[in-house]
């Protein structure tokens, strides 16, 4: 199971870190995943972590705002983000995947977090 916790409102500019608790058999999860939904949009891909080196990757639209960690002796993962914009408006979802190259199959129930103007 994934716990995701840390959403709010935030002013833009702002900054809010995301927590993504893991248990069960997500310990032996390859990665780490964060996605995102806003009202009437798909949901996308924001980045992950790689959970045995803490190898992280991120979409584009991140552009060095957004920064992906874990802690494996807490077997959490962070969303830390900052220089939030409106258009980051959106339910975060943390989730997991067993290996490389397979879909994220266990996933969080979501955070919401909103960037007011």
């Known amino acids: 199971q994934l716990q995701a916790s840390g959403g709010g409102l935030v002013q833009a500019g702002g900054s809010l870190r995301l927590s993504c608790a893991g248990s069960g058999r997500t310990f032996s999860m390859y990665s780490m995943g964060w996605f995102r939904q806003a009202p009437g949009k798909e949901r996308e891909f924001v980045g992950a972590v790689v959970w045995g080196n803490g190898h992280t990757y991120s979409a584009p639209f991140v552009k060095g705002r957004f920064t992906i960690s874990r802690d494996t002796a807490k077997n959490t993962g962070y969303l830390q983000m900052s220089s939030l914009k409106p258009e980051d408006t959106a339910v975060y979802f943390c989730?997991?995947?067993?290996?490389?190259?397979?879909?994220?199959?266990?996933w969080g129930q979501g955070t919401q977090v909103t960037v007011s103007s």
């Open positions: 989730a997991a995947r067993s290996n490389d190259g397979v879909n994220f199959d266990v």
